[in-house]
């Protein structure tokens, strides 16, 4: 089976930072790769699909990038309502594996 | 809009099994299928199987096959997931997701399912 890797699994930036999140795949998954928010005591919402297309309603600061293996999650400027953890997962065929998640907070 | 609501929190015994409901609303019911993901306590995201409910197809976690039965009313528009053989490290809150293809694109509330003796 593929397995998902995230990196850092863990980060703390400023309101206003860039952050990215990398997500790796230990074999090629074209771009069959979407990207879930968690919100604290949330349940999970799709930010991307196909790597790279944001859904409908998601700030325009939230962008993917990535094909094959390397994959990243880009939020341009963080925002306070960003706090959260943030999943990859694969879905090029089954099992569909998640990451195992980065969580990101406000230093 | 999609909706999907779960059915509610569950205590359940070693060894016992346990059915989770989603009952989806706002589409087209067949036109979609669903996806299961369970999270236990302080954990990541775990995903456990999809299930057609155009024609009852289904995948699964390799580690849960066996254990794990999906399947779909589509007279209710209500999928199922049914697990057996429950262990404590199968305490978790599980969640149905509408799947677009394979994406989960939206999520019901979640359900508590706890396992102690």
């Known amino acids: 089976d593929i397995q998902m890797t995230q990196s850092p699994s863990s980060l703390s930036a400023s309101v206003g930072d860039r952050v990215t999140i990398t997500c790796r795949a230990s074999r090629g998954i074209s771009n069959f790769l979407a990207w879930y928010q968690q919100k604290p005591g949330k349940v999970p919402k799709l930010l991307l699909s196909?790597?790279?297309t944001l859904q409908s309603g998601v700030p325009s600061r939230f962008s993917g990038s990535g094909s094959g293996t390397d994959f990243t999650l880009t939020i341009s400027s963080l925002q306070p309502e960003d706090v959260a953890t943030y999943y990859c997962?694969?879905?090029?065929?089954?099992?569909?594996?998640f990451g195992p998640g980065t969580k990101v907070d406000i230093k | 809009q999609v909706h999907l609501v779960q059915s509610g929190a569950e205590v359940k015994k070693p060894g016992a099994s346990v059915k989770v409901s989603c009952k989806a609303s706002?589409?087209?019911?067949?036109?979609?299928?669903f996806s299961w993901v369970r999270q236990a306590p302080g954990q990541g995201l775990e995903w456990m199987g999809w299930i057609s409910a155009y024609n009852g197809n289904t995948n699964s976690e390799p580690k849960l096959q066996g254990r794990i039965t999906l399947t779909t009313d589509s007279s209710t528009s209500t999928a199922y997931m049914e697990l057996r053989g429950l262990r404590s490290d199968d305490t978790a809150v599980y969640y149905c997701?509408?799947?677009?293809?394979?994406?989960?694109?939206?999520w019901g509330q979640g359900t508590l399912v706890t396992v102690s003796s």
């Open positions: 706002g589409y087209i019911f067949t036109n979609y299928g």
């Open positions: 997701a509408r799947a677009s293809g394979l994406i989960a694109d939206y």
């Open positions: 997962q694969k879905y090029n065929s089954d099992p569909l594996t």
């Open positions: 196909a790597a790279s």
